[in-house]
């Protein structure tokens, strides 16, 4: 990041942020089409449901996970990776603030940090806020329900929310640099799904032991422990 | 459950404390490629990246700060603070448009997380 320039003097695109120039205009285009309709359902249903609680809760998760992101670590063959953050702000905040937080992340990174192009930051937001955040809800949605009150199934739903976000996020990436004409799906998608396959377990490991944390120290911002407190419990 | 706004403030206190201690951290991290840009110089597609139009803070550098390691870390510590302002005035927005609504009457759920 700031001690070993890329032989190429490129912008630094880290994690999976897509730099302008890998995507085409049509793919960038409908990039920006699909963030906004997703960004302005989940305004919609946020408000719909919005819970007192949420507002320390997204300038929270905001914060946290752009620090978060910063912190790349080492992943095999001289390769890393950081951490997304979608799937525990999905757990903490529910699938519609947690795209917000996501996308507000994003869309700092490329219009201040210039991480992860101006052109591509519709698809990017598409593939962490939109992608990352759905998939991420259903895998802990389906295997949550089959946790009940059973926490250490939660810890594995949420490791395996995590892990599946990162995978998806990366192939959905692989599908836009092919249909861009930037790299073929054969070559992109393996390479992308396999670094991002051991990423993810980075990703799933922060990710539990941030719900274990919080579990510690204020647990009543869990959705899966607050049904176990009393509704009187201040 | 019922957050009074002294918790509301002390969460969001030690959870902007915990930020800015990672960004703390933050030239300790990692500066091999990750893992879009290693899949782009292993296939060789990483030429077709182009410079950005504008650069505000480009590679997470605060300007005007010689030390590398300083200029990360308030770069870091920049970009937290401003995401939790945006995504802290988002929820402060969509809280008050939320109350300007006759109670119950769009769905909202009025539980009793709903008063401060």
Redesign the interface.
């Known amino acids: ?4 320039p ?1 032989p ?1 003097s ?13 995507v085409s205009a049509p793919v960038a285009a409908a990039g920006y089409l699909v963030a906004g309709i997703a960004l302005a359902f989940a ?1 919609r249903q ?23 992101q ?6 095999a ?6 951490m997304l953050g979608a799937a525990l702000a999905t757990i903490l905040l529910g699938p519609w ?1 947690a795209m ?2 996501i996308a ?2 994003v869309g ?2 490329a ?5 992860g ?2 052109a591509a930051l519709g698809t990017n937001v598409v593939n962490m806020a939109v992608v990352g955040v759905l998939v991420s809800y259903a895998v802990y949605g389906i295997v949550g329900a089959l946790a009940r009150d059973n926490r250490r199934v939660t810890y594995v739903a949420a490791f395996a929310a995590a892990w599946l976000s990162i995978l998806t996020a ?1 192939v959905f ?1 692989s599908v836009e ?1 092919a249909m861009s004409g ?2 073929p799906l054969n ?2 998608l393996p ?2 799904a396999g ?2 396959a051991l ?1 993810g377990l980075g990703e799933g490991l922060v990710t539990v032991a941030a719900l274990a944390f919080i579990t510690v120290t ?1 647990s ?2 869990l959705p899966f422990t ?1 049904k176990e ?1 009393t ?1 009187e ?2 | 459950m019922r957050l009074n706004s002294h918790r509301s403030i002390a969460l969001f206190a030690t959870g902007l404390g915990i930020a800015l201690l990672i960004a703390l951290f933050s030239p300790l991290a990692s500066t091999s490629p990750d893992g879009l840009e290693r899949v782009a110089e292993d296939k060789g597609f990483m030429e077709t990246a182009k410079e950005p139009p504008f650069k505000v803070m480009a590679d997470y550098a605060f300007p005007w700060v010689g030390n590398e390691k300083a200029a990360t870390i308030l770069a870091g510590m920049a970009g937290a603070l401003l995401v939790a302002g945006m995504t802290s005035g988002l929820a402060f927005g969509l809280q008050r448009i939320g109350k300007r609504r006759p109670a119950g009457s769009n769905g909202r759920q009025t539980t009793a997380d709903s008063d401060t």
């Open positions: 990041m700031y001690a070993v890329l190429t490129l912008p630094d695109p880290a994690g999976m942020h897509i730099p302008d120039g890998f305004v946020a408000d719909r449901k919005f819970q007192e609680r949420l507002v320390p809760l997204m300038g929270v998760m905001g914060a946290f996970i752009f620090a978060a910063m912190m790349s670590f080492p992943v063959g001289g390769t890393s990776g950081h603030a917000i937080v507000c992340v700092v990174q219009l201040v940090f210039q991480d192009g101006l990366a990436a640099l930037t790299s070559i992109a390479a992308m670094v991002h990423i204020r009543d911002l607050r407190q509704v419990a201040e």
